[in-house]
């Protein structure tokens, strides 16, 4: 996560989430950087500025 801003970092942390919670097990077994990428990648951000 060196050199990436807070955005990125809040967006990689949701998809990890996300991989994460649709599985049974604590941990996904088939966790991956490539597959949070590929999560992050297809994913649809929205920012919203308060």
Same mark, same amino acid.
Request: aromatic share 6%; glycine share 0%; net charge negative.
């Given at each position: 996560?060196?050199?990436?801003?807070?955005?990125? $970092?809040?967006?990689?942390?949701?998809?990890?989430?996300?991989?994460? $919670?649709? =599985?049974?097990?604590?941990? =996904?077994?088939?966790?991956?950087? !490539?597959?949070?990428?590929?999560?992050?990648?297809?994913?649809?951000? !929205?920012? $919203?500025?308060?």
């Amino acid at each position: 996560m060196t050199n990436k801003s807070i955005k990125d $970092i809040v967006k990689y942390a949701i998809s990890m989430s996300n991989i994460t $919670i649709s =599985h049974e097990e604590t941990i =996904h077994p088939e966790m991956t950087a !490539e597959r949070v990428e590929d999560y992050l990648n297809s994913a649809t951000w !929205e920012e $919203i500025i308060i």
